[in-house]
């Protein structure tokens, strides 16, 4: 399939689909979880059919010649070249969100959920297209982004003003900041640690 990608003025690139695709897969949880509200079982039970079938698929494209060929032809639109040699972002995206949503409790994993499905993306867009102070391959108007709409959001979802604010201003910064741990993983997981933290104080 031909990869469909938008070019910056900057010369960076997006990958619209990719990012529908990210923002889906939060959102189908995050969706799921309202309905099924208090209980996270069938959640949970979904993304870990999921996790297994991007682990399958990923062990079948790194190990043979004929997976990793059509894997790339098929569904290069939803990769970045840095998963060539790796796993796919998807495999974390969907570890993590196993991990929240069983640690946290379900309005805190559901904050958790919309600063990794939600404000990632924002973070991402924001930075690439009017994007000019940055920190390393990250930009500073890209996280203002990130935590505006993250917090608007929150104030919904999680138990109090504070609490929001706690995960919207974690998530920006952990996607801001340059740690070498994959951003499927640390935002959603950092910022609801802050959460759970504030909502115990």
């Given at each position: 399939?031909r990869?469909?990608?938008?070019?910056?003025?900057?010369?960076?690139?997006?990958?619209?689909?990719?990012?529908?695709?990210?923002?889906?897969?939060?959102?189908?949880?995050?969706?799921?979880?309202?309905?099924?509200?208090?209980?996270?079982?069938?959640?949970?039970?979904?993304?870990?059919?999921?996790?297994?079938?991007?682990?399958?698929?990923?062990?079948?494209?790194?190990?043979?010649?004929?997976?990793?060929?059509?894997?790339?032809?098929?569904?290069?639109?939803?990769?970045?070249?840095?998963?060539?040699?790796?796993?796919?972002?998807?495999?974390?995206?969907?570890?993590?969100?196993?991990?929240?949503?069983?640690?946290?409790?379900?309005?805190?994993?559901?904050?958790?959920?919309?600063?990794?499905?939600?404000?990632?993306?924002?973070?991402?867009?924001?930075?690439?297209?009017?994007g000019?102070?940055?920190?390393?391959?990250?930009?500073?108007?890209?996280?203002?982004?990130?935590?505006?709409?993250?917090?608007?959001?929150?104030?919904?979802?999680?138990?109090?003003?504070?609490i929001?604010?706690?995960?919207?201003?974690?998530?920006?910064?952990?996607?801001?900041?340059?740690?070498?741990?994959?951003?499927?993983?640390?935002?959603?997981?950092?910022?609801?640690?802050?959460?759970?933290?504030?909502?115990?104080?």
């Amino acid at each position: 399939m031909r990869l469909f990608k938008i070019k910056t003025t900057e010369g960076l690139l997006i990958n619209p689909i990719r990012t529908l695709w990210h923002v889906s897969l939060g959102m189908l949880v995050f969706i799921v979880m309202v309905q099924k509200y208090p209980s996270t079982r069938l959640v949970i039970k979904g993304l870990l059919v999921a996790l297994f079938a991007f682990a399958a698929v990923d062990i079948i494209r790194l190990t043979t010649k004929s997976g990793n060929k059509i894997f790339w032809k098929h569904f290069s639109f939803l990769t970045s070249k840095k998963e060539a040699r790796g796993p796919n972002t998807s495999l974390y995206y969907v570890l993590s969100l196993i991990i929240a949503v069983t640690v946290f409790e379900p309005r805190i994993a559901m904050g958790a959920i919309i600063c990794l499905a939600i404000g990632d993306p924002i973070a991402s867009i924001v930075g690439k297209t009017v994007g000019r102070y940055r920190i390393g391959g990250k930009s500073i108007e890209g996280a203002i982004a990130n935590f505006l709409v993250c917090f608007f959001i929150l104030i919904f979802i999680v138990p109090s003003t504070l609490i929001a604010l706690a995960g919207a201003l974690a998530g920006a910064l952990i996607e801001l900041l340059p740690v070498p741990v994959d951003d499927n993983i640390s935002i959603p997981l950092v910022s609801g640690f802050a959460m759970m933290v504030v909502s115990r104080l």
